[in-house]
Nanobody, 121 residues
Framework: QVQLVESGGGLVQTGGALRLSCAAS????????MGWYRQAPGEQRDMVALITTDGSTNYADSVKGRFTISMDNAKNTVYLQMNSLKPEDTAVYYC???????????????WGKGTLVTVSE
């Protein structure tokens, strides 16, 4: 069974930085992409940043120029470097992976349990 384990959340002041990590483990044949989503209280879950295994990236407009996503393919780990944090970045951040468990398996969406990021004024 594949699982994603996030780490790196916490409390930071406005203008500060945090780095999130997410490691995929278990039965993994291939990963198509990994990414980060976030959900603030009372809001829907939105995409923050995505990266494919060939390095293509996509960012939400609200984080462009401040956040950087990267991936270590050998470790099946994705990172999110968050700089110049703002109070509106406060949310639970969820790791996501689109992957296959076997050569004959279809792609599956896997989610982590989330890590809380709080940015104080």
């Amino acid at each position: 069974q594949v699982q994603l384990v996030e780490s790196g959340g916490g409390l930071v002041q406005t203008g500060g930085a945090l780095r999130l990590s997410c490691a995929a483990s278990g039965r993994i044949f291939s990963i198509r992409n990994m990414g980060w989503y976030r959900q603030a209280p009372g809001e829907q879950r939105d995409m923050v940043a995505l990266i494919t295994t060939d390095g293509s990236t996509n960012y939400a407009d609200s984080v462009k120029g401040r956040f950087t996503i990267s991936m270590d393919n050998a470790k099946n780990t994705v990172y999110l470097q968050m700089n110049s944090l703002k109070p509106e970045d406060t949310a639970v951040y969820y790791c996501h992976a689109l992957l296959r468990e076997g050569v004959w398996a279809g792609h599956m969406n896997i989610w982590g349990k989330g890590t809380l990021v709080t940015v104080s004024e």
